[in-house]
């Protein structure tokens, strides 16, 4: 079973790979169309912006005092820029189905039934996207804008500084220890994103990992892990974590 379960995640590994070799190619692609969408838009006055399929993820992260300065909190806003893939043809989630099948080919059958369900077509869809490198993101907190650009990964993590008395603002508007803030790509399309205030006398407590700490994913054994990754609905780890007894907790 150990040989066959290898096999199978060099194989997908493989398909990662040759996937990144033909989201390049799709990057050329892309600039070249952008390019002549540009020009026929400016030419004739066309909103083209219902052509762009590019999308955004916002991470909820945290706010804290600056150590210098008890007026001004730091904001920390995390997220990742992608265009997405929608090619449906072998290497995009056909992909998927070719896995399963190979899959039940190549596993023990006493595992088979960790594998009975279909792809999670929404989690396997990271895999096939482009990263946006060096696109502005503006940011709005409150009165604050600053303007940040995605690095070669199609991310940015970064401290935005803002005044206490905004922050406040924002608190009340919210009603507790979250605040929200807006932020847009180039495409003009806004996005909330969720930002926890950490009061100077609470702290935060980090949990580094969460296979198995928090949620289930049976990493020891690669086959329920990829089940438990692609297939299966994620199980929290009993007694770690409790939606309705921890209000305040959250991921990133």
Request: proline share 3%; with cysteine.
């Given at each position: 079973?150990?040989?066959?379960?290898?096999?199978?995640?060099?194989t997908?590994?493989?398909?990662?790979?040759?996937?990144?070799?033909?989201?390049?190619?799709?990057?050329?692609?892309?600039?070249?169309?952008?390019r002549?969408?540009?020009?026929?838009?400016?030419?004739?006055?066309?909103d083209?912006?219902?052509?762009?399929?590019?999308?955004?993820?916002?991470?909820?992260?945290?706010?804290?005092?600056?150590?210098?300065?008890?007026?001004?909190?730091?904001?920390?806003?995390?997220?990742?820029?992608?265009?997405?893939?929608?090619?449906?043809?072998?290497?995009?989630?056909?992909?998927?189905?070719?896995?399963?099948?190979?899959?039940?080919?190549?596993?023990?059958p006493?595992?088979?039934?960790?594998?009975?369900?279909?792809?999670?077509?929404?989690?396997?869809?990271?895999?096939?996207?482009?990263?946006?490198?060096?696109?502005?993101?503006?940011?709005?907190?409150?009165?604050?804008?600053?303007?940040?650009?995605?690095?070669?990964?199609?991310?940015?993590?970064?401290?935005?500084?803002?005044?206490?008395?905004?922050?406040?603002?924002?608190?009340?508007?919210?009603k507790?220890?979250?605040?929200?803030?807006?932020?847009?790509?180039?495409?003009?399309?806004?996005?909330?994103?969720?930002?926890?205030?950490?009061?100077?006398?609470?702290?935060?407590?980090?949990i580094?990992?969460?296979?198995?700490?928090?949620?289930?994913?049976?990493?020891?054994?690669?086959?329920?892990?990829?089940?438990?990754?692609?297939?299966?609905?994620?199980?929290p780890?009993?007694?770690?974590?409790?939606?309705?007894?921890?209000?305040?907790?959250?991921?990133v």
């Amino acid at each position: 079973m150990t040989v066959y379960s290898v096999v199978f995640v060099i194989t997908l590994l493989c398909v990662s790979t040759i996937v990144g070799e033909d989201v390049r190619n799709e990057r050329r692609s892309h600039r070249v169309w952008n390019r002549l969408t540009g020009k026929i838009a400016d030419k004739y006055n066309i909103d083209n912006r219902h052509l762009n399929d590019e999308a955004m993820l916002l991470f909820s992260d945290v706010a804290f005092q600056s150590l210098n300065d008890s007026k001004t909190w730091n904001v920390m806003v995390h997220g990742w820029r992608y265009q997405n893939n929608h090619r449906r043809d072998w290497f995009g989630f056909g992909a998927s189905h070719w896995l399963q099948r190979l899959g039940r080919n190549l596993i023990n059958p006493d595992d088979i039934l960790y594998l009975n369900g279909s792809i999670n077509h929404d989690r396997l869809r990271p895999f096939f996207v482009v990263d946006r490198k060096n696109e502005n993101i503006e940011f709005n907190i409150g009165s604050i804008s600053q303007t940040i650009e995605t690095d070669r990964h199609g991310e940015f993590y970064e401290k935005i500084q803002v005044p206490s008395d905004v922050i406040q603002t924002l608190r009340r508007q919210n009603k507790g220890n979250i605040i929200t803030y807006e932020a847009a790509g180039e495409d003009d399309k806004n996005l909330t994103g969720i930002t926890h205030l950490i009061e100077p006398s609470q702290g935060i407590s980090v949990i580094s990992d969460i296979d198995d700490t928090i949620k289930i994913s049976e990493v020891l054994d690669k086959v329920r892990l990829l089940a438990n990754t692609f297939i299966s609905p994620f199980k929290p780890v009993p007694g770690k974590y409790k939606p309705n007894d921890n209000k305040n907790n959250f991921f990133v």
